[in-house]
């Protein structure tokens, strides 16, 4: 379960999945943590199309006439089948055909990518306890950072000598590079300690640049294992709502995730393997494909009779895992007719109970704006899986008469359309209409429900709703127009992000907060209207002189960075400029005030959950479900986390 006063709420991005892309889009919803149980899938994998045991198997004449006659050769009783023979796939009624019906994509399994790496700014949290094979490699990786280079201006950082110090510590960082993820994507980690060393705490670390290869069954990251696909850099985000690390269970905090810490070095050779080698189905796919997505650009190129190449085209590169399903949906022949007859046959297929409705949509939109005047009737279905997935189909292909009956699926309470409504008016960035819905729902009563509308009108591209700053490069804080009770809202996977719904949300007043290690403390009296914030310096265990600010959150922030140089700041009293001033890096100002005081992103959300818990900043706070990082917390026990709730409730 969450930790008292706090919320989880599904932030709307896609877990991690393994394998290969053949499983059914029905199986990943299901291991989707979407909160509403018998949601939609929020988009199935990138699939070729599965068997529905609930719909007869059906096998094409070739495959019956090739058994029959294997079997009249074998003779009675025994079963023969040609060489290289490999069964078709049985489909569905009228979605047999498509690309996925006759080939796998190869190249779309999650990759298990790990390596060693080492944290810093651990303050005497760390260890200087290194392997001595290990040692070796990391001196080497830490030189190739110039770390100790006269050129680079740190000759006084000697690689040994900082592997020594308890300020770093050695660390293992894994993670899962997403599905077919082309290069410059970026992904969570995981980061644990080194087993049997003494490392305390890695809370308030920052991991630095880390080369990530794939997982073998051998020691990660060891130079020469394997070539690189990733890496990884950044700060760490530890548990914020330990109270302190208890000496009877010093485990948790010896763990933590870099948030989008890792980035995709290399593209993944994608290619569609043919079930049963065909040169002439296979000159078909590269045909279709190329007709559909390719315009100008080679999509596909046949490169046998069992291997059709693909690229992912630029203008898909940042929706390709969308690019790879519809690929797999697009049917290989058939004319414009035949694919209206198709496309006929599927508005009856949808409205079946056990319908593949997923995959029925796609297939419709992966035939293109032709089959419009064929599934628009279905809009207004009062079918409600029929009416959203046609729905979707004609918004994404840009019919504007999809628009309002979607609005309509988005303004259902209670409906498990609600939220994946939400989320394609998002997508929906050519038709404005979908703002002003998205904008009513930023004041709705359910939480999953302001942070699907905030996430869609991010995607959608307003600026007049969502007022957006980035804290030096470590997270981005977002305040939200929101009529509603105050909510505060952090992710805790994919961007680092802070989330203020509502205006001018200031801190209350009298305050006294000091968080459990001593390294912020926050005072101001009742009638006082500045309040002064403190930052302990672990390294030394010190504390900066006092900061004067007003006591909002903003303002807070911000001043807190100043007074490291011992000066008083005043400043408004909002709670976002609070947050500002904690995560802001340390600058100098022209008259010699430094501004920021460099708290991590896990630190910053710490306080903000503190603050809201003891009631100084009146507003619930609401953290994003922990789904998306489960397939990386597997690779280590998870007894007691409190970082890992049971996924249940809103």
């Not at 009513?440 to 959608?460: F, G, K, P, Q």
């Not at 100002?589 to 005081?597: A, F, H, M, Q």
């Not at 709730?645 to 809103?650: D, V």
């Amino acid at each position: 379960m969450p930790p008292a006063g706090a919320v989880e709420a599904d932030g709307g991005l896609t877990p991690a999945r393994r394998g290969r892309y053949s499983g059914s889009s029905d199986s990943a919803a299901a291991s989707s943590p979407n909160t509403y149980p018998q949601a939609p899938a929020r988009e199935g994998p990138i699939t070729a199309l599965e068997t529905n045991p609930a719909m007869p198997a059906m096998r094409s004449t070739r495959t019956v006439v090739l058994c029959c006659a294997a079997a009249l050769l074998a003779g009675c009783g025994q079963t023969v089948r040609p060489r290289g023979f490999t069964p078709l796939r049985p489909m569905p009624p009228g979605i047999q055909g498509t690309v996925g019906h006759y080939a796998d994509l190869v190249g779309s399994n999650a990759m298990l990518v790990r390596g060693y790496g080492v944290v810093v700014g651990l303050g005497r949290n760390g260890s200087a306890e290194v392997p001595s094979g290990l040692k070796k490699y990391l001196t080497q990786q830490m030189l190739k950072q110039d770390v100790g280079s006269h050129l680079a201006g740190t000759e006084g950082l000697r690689p040994s000598r900082m592997l020594e110090d308890k300020d770093t510590a050695v660390v293992i960082v894994a993670g899962w590079i997403p599905p077919a993820a082309p290069k410059g994507t970026r992904f969570d980690l995981r980061v644990e300690a080194l087993p049997q060393t003494q490392t305390v705490s890695l809370a308030g670390g920052t991991l630095m640049s880390t080369e990530l290869r794939l997982a073998l069954n051998t020691p990660a990251g060891l130079a020469g294992e394997a070539k690189t696909w990733a890496v990884a850099q950044g700060d760490l985000f530890t548990n914020p709502f330990v109270e302190s690390v208890e000496k009877d269970n010093p485990a948790r905090l010896r763990s933590a995730s870099v948030l989008h810490g890792g980035v995709v070095v290399k593209d993944r050779p994608l290619r569609l393997e043919l079930r049963r080698p065909d040169y002439r189905v296979a000159m078909l796919m590269q045909r279709r494909i190329n007709q559909r997505f390719g315009a100008m650009d080679k999509i596909a190129a046949a490169k046998g009779p069992s291997m059709v190449e693909l690229r992912i085209p630029p203008p898909w590169r940042k929706d390709y895992e969308h690019f790879l399903r519809l690929v797999t949906h697009t049917y290989v022949q058939g004319g414009p007719s035949e694919e209206e007859r198709h496309a006929r046959e599927l508005t009856e297929a949808v409205l079946l109970p056990t319908a593949r409705c997923e995959d029925i949509s796609l297939v419709w939109e992966a035939m293109g704006r032709q089959v419009l005047p064929v599934i628009q009737p279905l809009y207004a279905s009062r079918h409600p899986a029929a009416a959203f997935y046609a729905s979707r189909a004609g918004l994404r292909m840009g019919d504007p008469l999809a628009v309002e009956p979607m609005i309509h699926l988005a303004e259902q309470t209670n409906s498990i359309y609600q939220v994946p409504a939400i989320r394609e008016m998002g997508r929906a960035r050519r038709f404005v209409q979908c703002l002003a819905a998205l904008k009513r729902l930023l004041s709705s009563t359910s939480d999953l429900v302001r942070v699907a509308a905030y996430e869609a009108l991010l995607t959608h591209g307003s600026a007049t709703a969502v007022r957006r700053t980035a804290i030096s490069g470590q997270f981005v804080l977002d305040v939200v127009d929101s009529q509603r009770d105050y909510t505060i809202y952090a992710t805790r996977s994919g961007r680092p992000k802070v989330v203020v719904f509502g205006k001018d949300l200031v801190l209350r007043r009298p305050v006294f907060y000091c968080r459990s290690d001593d390294l912020v403390t926050i005072n101001a009296n009742d009638a006082d209207d500045r309040v002064m914030v403190e930052r302990k310096i672990p390294r030394v265990d010190r504390m900066s002189k006092p900061l004067s600010v007003s006591p909002t959150t903003r303002e807070a922030v911000r001043k807190l960075g100043q007074h490291e140089m011992g000066r008083a700041v005043y400043t408004s009293p909002r709670v976002e400029d609070l947050v500002k001033l904690l995560g802001s890096m340390p600058t100098q100002k022209p008259d010699g005030r430094i501004e920021g005081l460099a708290l991590t992103y896990s630190q910053v959300v710490g306080v903000l959950y503190d603050l809201c818990r003891k009631d100084h900043i009146g507003a619930k706070f609401v953290l994003q479900r922990s789904g998306p990082m489960r397939k990386i917390y597997m690779l280590t026990p998870a007894v007691g986390r409190p970082d890992m709730p049971e996924e249940t409730g809103p």
